[in-house]
Nanobody, 111 residues
Framework: QVQLMESGGGLVQAGGSLRLSCAAS????????MGWYRQAPGKQREWVTT???????SYADSVKGRVTISRDNAKNTVYLQMNSLKPEDTAVYYC?????WGQGTQVTVSS
């Protein structure tokens, strides 16, 4: 059974930072492309970033330069470091691995 468990969300002021974690079980993250998506209230879920099996990363223009995806293969965990947060980053953030999704973690950025 595959589980992706996000954590690290919360309330932060604009300009602040958060690090999200996605702990995986039942799936080996180094053998799967892993990504983060987000869904703001009233909006569709959108792609944020991906890290490939080879370690190549890509980012949506809206977050480029402010977020970094990384992984710790020994811990089977993917991270999303978010800096210079803006109110428009407020959303539920989801981890995706292969065809599987986590349950999401709420990020709220106050102005």
């Amino acid at each position: 059974q595959v589980q992706l468990m996000e954590s690290g969300g919360g309330l932060v002021q604009a300009g602040g930072s958060l690090r999200l974690s996605c702990a995986a079980s039942g799936i080996i993250i180094s053998m799967n492309g892993m990504g983060w998506y987000r869904q703001a209230p009233g909006k569709q879920r959108e792609w944020v970033t991906t890290i490939t099996t080879g370690g190549r990363t890509s980012y949506a223009d809206s977050v480029k330069g402010r977020v970094t995806i990384s992984r710790d293969n020994a811990k089977n965990t993917v991270y999303l470091q978010m800096n210079s947060l803006k109110p428009e980053d407020t959303a539920v953030y989801y981890c995706k691995g292969g065809a599987y999704w986590g349950q999401g973690t709420q990020v709220t950025v106050s102005s």
